[in-house]
Structures are given as C-alpha cells and as structure tokens.
C-alpha cells in the first residue's frame, strides 16, 4: 500500500462474459457495499456488449463499471473500435489501456497507447495503463528497462494521479498461476513509484499502481500489503463474484 492512497480493487473480463453473466456483476455490486467501500475504490470491466447494461445495475451501488479499451479519435471510420466518449455515455468510469494482450494481438505500441490514455484523459475517464515485461526479458534483467521505456512512452505529460492508474501486469504471470514473490513485487513497484515522482512530482507520489497477474483469494492478501501496490488488476478471479468479493476483502486487514 502506499500512504494517503485509496485502493482499487479492479477486474477485467476480457473477451468473457454475455447477458447470463450480469447477475455476477450485480452480485459485486451488492457485495461491494459495505463499510469497507469508505476506503476501498472497486471497479469491473467487463466487455463492451454488456457496459451500458452492467452500469444501470451498478447505478446504486458504489461497484465502477469500466471498458477495456478505446479509440484514439472521437468517432469516425472505425470499424469494429468503440471511442472514450462511448464509454462516458453509457456511464463507463474507466478504461484499461495498453494491456499486453492488445500489444500483442493489435500490435499496439507505446505511441498507439499514450494517445488512446490522452482521448480517455479527454472524455473525462480515469486511464488503467498497463505494463509490463515478457518471461524472457525478466530471464535476461531487462524488466526494469522496459517498464522504464514503456512508462515514458505510454503515459502522456499531464497525467494526473485522479485521472492515471498504472498497473504492472509481468506477462508471465497473466493467465498461468505464477506470480513474482513479494519481495520482487516491492522491487518493481518501488522502481515504479520512483520514476512517476521524478516525472509527475507529488501526483506521482500518490498515482495508483495495481499489481495484476494470476491474483487470486489465497495470494491476494500477500500481494496487496506490499509497499507501493496499491491494489489489484484481475483477470480470471474476476469473472465470479465470490472470488472478486474474496479479494477485494482481504483489505479488511489492511485499512483502518
Ligand atoms: P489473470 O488474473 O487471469 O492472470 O489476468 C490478469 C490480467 O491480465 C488482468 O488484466
């Protein structure tokens, strides 16, 4: 955790999830109320067919609705690409960007990133900027240089800690079971936490980082009490509501 920061408890369905699947968010929604949401932000993005729908089941409950990904232009000949304005319109509060898997399967760069984080910037809705390194760049000690490389390149100038999440996802550690220790944790999230205060100053100081990666009910508690991760980017967990109300209680222990 990082003092004077707010945790953020965030799941991301990927390409899952159809109209059977709502009573799973409106479970969240009703889990999620409790004294606990006075100190913990949590949010759910699940894909874009159900995002207008999951936030009128969200509207009065404290439960964030978000997408998983934007255009960089406001609207146009795109086809197939939804726009940040989009997501504002049905409500959607966040959007993920950068997610290794859009870098994979969309060969999207940095370039491509910052500019789809400055439209999400622009329509009002807070960025979740991914990143993070691949099994063989962490085998050969470059995972420093490419977060380094990816934070400098994907996040714009401007970036501010109200409307900015970053979240380390090792690309190793998505959809596998593995998940670096503790202690390498902390590294990484300190080398993070360093390079936004060098860039952003005091907004750097208090910008959310999540830690995202095969989190699960019964590593979650570990993960999270780490200095500088400042919550959770789910995947797999978060498809059902008891394991993402698993996680997100584990900071029960963890606030005041
Ligand atoms: P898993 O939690 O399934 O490993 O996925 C992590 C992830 O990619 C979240 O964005």
Known sequence: MTPDVRPLVAGNWKMNG????????????????GPLAEHVDALICPPATLL??????????????GAQDCHHEVQGAHTGDISAEMIADCFGTHVILGHSE?????????????????AAHAAGLTAIICIGETG????????????????????PDGAMADNTVIAYEPLWAIGTGLTPTPVDVAVVHAFIRAELVQRFGAEGKVMRILYGGSVKPSNALSLMSVDNVDGALIGGASLKASDFLAIYSVYEGLVA
Request: proline content about 0%.
């Open 52 to 65: 207008y729908v999951a936030t009128a089941l969200c509207t009065d409950s404290q439960l964030m609705v």
């Open 102 to 118: 859009r870098r994979t399967d969309h060969r999207e760069t940095d370039q491509m990133v910052q500019s789809k984080v400055e």
């Open 18 to 33: 159809t109209r059977q699947s709502l009573g799973e968010i409106k479970a969240m929604a009703e889990g999620i109320d």
């Open 136 to 155: 063989d760049e962490r085998d050969s000690y470059e995972t420093l240089d490419v977060l380094m490389r990816q934070m400098s390149h994907s996040i």
